[in-house]
């Protein structure tokens, strides 16, 4: 009788019986794949995605859209603190033992959010060192951001806190020259995240174009001689 022989060859064997290769873990992936606690739904123009003071229990991730993240006092006056664009997190509290939302997140245009658990968000950042390197990416910038919004509010004049935000609407810094901002982002709302009023927000827009630093046709484009407003002594 002919002997057959063996096509395996040390610890491999290509009857399929190998051990599979551990799969290399891709955050984009992640982020992009309904699984495991994580769900995606679209938020229409002003839809609430959280409120102040409702439960922490999940990250959020925007897709698509624009976010604002709004803080209401018990009088009813609210303030916007940061508005979020794709790629960005929101809602991290809820991973430091907040019980509760302190602000409200509201979508500004149809925006495409992830939800993301918090008992999965915990597993993937100890699991995973790439998507927790992603998230403490996030976390420093934001952090950032926001030291650089305290000094701004403190220092600078508001004509100048609306050409910062502009910039960073625009994405300035981060393709090389401003981008179009297509987000309708009202006056009464720039005027709340610049802290001051609506009328004051039109006379400085007005100026602006007048000087050549933004244009309105359709989007609003933002120019790079923006910045010495913001330079400016």
Do not use: W
Not at 55 to 77: C, E, H, L, N, T
Not at 86 to 101: A, I, K, S, T
Not at 198 to 210: D, I
């Amino acid at each position: 009788m002919a002997v057959i022989p063996s096509i395996c060859e040390g610890s491999f064997c290509e009857s399929g019986m190998a051990r599979k290769a551990k799969t290399t873990f891709d955050p984009k992936i992640f982020l992009a794949t309904v699984n495991h606690g994580r769900t995606v739904s679209t938020y229409p123009r002003e839809a609430v995605v959280f409120r102040q003071s409702g439960p922490a229990d999940a990250v959020f991730y925007v897709r698509k859209g624009r976010v604002k993240i709004v803080v209401a006092s018990k009088q009813g006056k609210e303030a916007v603190v940061a508005v979020l664009g794709p790629g960005e997190f929101f809602g991290e509290g809820c991973l430091v033992g907040q019980p509760l939302r302190l602000a409200t997140a509201r979508a500004m245009v149809e925006s495409e959010i992830m939800r993301v658990g918090k008992a999965e968000m915990i597993r993937v950042l100890h699991d995973e060192p790439a998507f927790a390197e992603l998230f403490m990416g996030h976390l420093l910038t934001r952090n950032s951001r926001i030291e650089a919004d305290l000094a701004d509010q403190l220092f600078n004049s508001s004509e100048k806190r609306l050409a910062r935000t502009l910039l960073l609407l625009a994405n300035f810094g981060k393709e090389g020259v401003p981008q179009p901002i297509t987000t309708k982002i009202s006056q009464e709302t720039l005027a709340e995240i610049v802290g001051t009023t609506r009328p004051r927000v039109s006379s400085f827009m007005n100026k602006f174009r007048k000087l050549g630093f933004i244009d309105y046709n359709g989007d609003l484009k933002v120019h790079n001689s923006l910045l010495s407003v913001v330079l400016r002594d």
